[in-house]
């Protein structure tokens, strides 16, 4: 079983549409969590953390579930440049620094 | 503001040969991180340098080792290539201080094994 498990998808959605993606993780000790973007061929870049309570960023969600250990990212009228593989991230345990990236769902914004 | 920057950006090996990757961190950062990522997989951890000593390791064998110089720089260095040792290597450097995993990306350098 992977550590952090996403659904690469694609999802393609059209402009302005709704879409949410979801990861589970198996480490119940991870404490930091994360949603990185990575466009074709470029280096991951930091989207949003993702706190307990839940935090929200201009048009993205991000939710924790730490019972279930489940993460979501919800995503509002979507652009065309949200185009991208969104990764989602925890750190490898307490005190640990190690990231533990899926392999990142894919999404395809069309006009 | 130079951001994290890799060299070489590309470059081709064959099997059994040796590659040193170099990275210089963003400025004001002091830890240094390396991850490979193979070809539709996530980044893999490697290992952390901070205070020039690795303070963390993934699960990579001993052919995979490091270095960080006093001016926060860093070599990732790849004994014996493997033709599975072909991937996009990644440098991400953190400043002190800052929660655990905003990290920052540098280009990478994309290796390829022959």
């Known amino acids: 079983r992977k550590e952090v498990e996403q659904d690469p998808g694609p999802f393609n959605v059209p402009e302005g549409a709704t879409v949410a993606f979801n990861c589970t993780y198996s480490?119940?000790?991870?404490?930091?969590f994360f949603w990185y973007r990575q466009d074709c061929r470029k280096e991951p870049k930091l989207l949003m953390s993702?706190?307990?309570s839940g935090n929200e960023d201009g048009r993205f969600t991000a939710q924790l579930n730490r019972a279930s250990q489940y993460i979501s990212l919800l995503i509002r009228d979507s652009k065309l440049s949200d185009s991208a593989t969104y990764l989602c991230?925890?750190?490898?345990?307490?005190?640990?620094?190690?990231?533990?990236f899926g392999s990142g769902t894919r999404l395809l914004v069309r006009p | 503001d130079a951001g994290v920057t890799q060299s070489p950006t590309h470059l081709i090996k064959t099997r059994g040969q040796q590659v040193t990757l170099r990275c210089s961190p963003k400025?004001?950062?002091?830890?240094v991180s390396w991850y490979q990522q193979a070809l539709g997989q996530g980044p893999q951890f490697i290992f952390q340098?901070?205070?020039?000593?690795?303070?963390q390791r993934g699960n990579f064998p001993d052919r995979f080792s490091g270095h960080q110089f006093p001016n926060y720089s860093s070599e990732l260095n790849v004994n014996a290539l493997l033709l599975g040792d072909s991937a996009l290597y990644l440098c991400?450097?953190?400043?002190?201080?800052?929660?655990?995993?905003?990290?920052?990306f540098g280009e990478g350098s994309r290796l390829t094994v022959l």
């Open positions: 340098y901070y205070e020039e000593e690795e303070r």
């Open positions: 400025s004001g950062h002091d830890t």
């Open positions: 991230v925890v750190n490898g345990g307490d005190s640990s620094y190690k990231l533990i």
């Open positions: 993702v706190y307990s």
């Open positions: 991400a450097s953190s400043p002190p201080d800052i929660r655990p995993g905003e990290l920052f």
């Open positions: 480490n119940s000790a991870s404490q930091s």
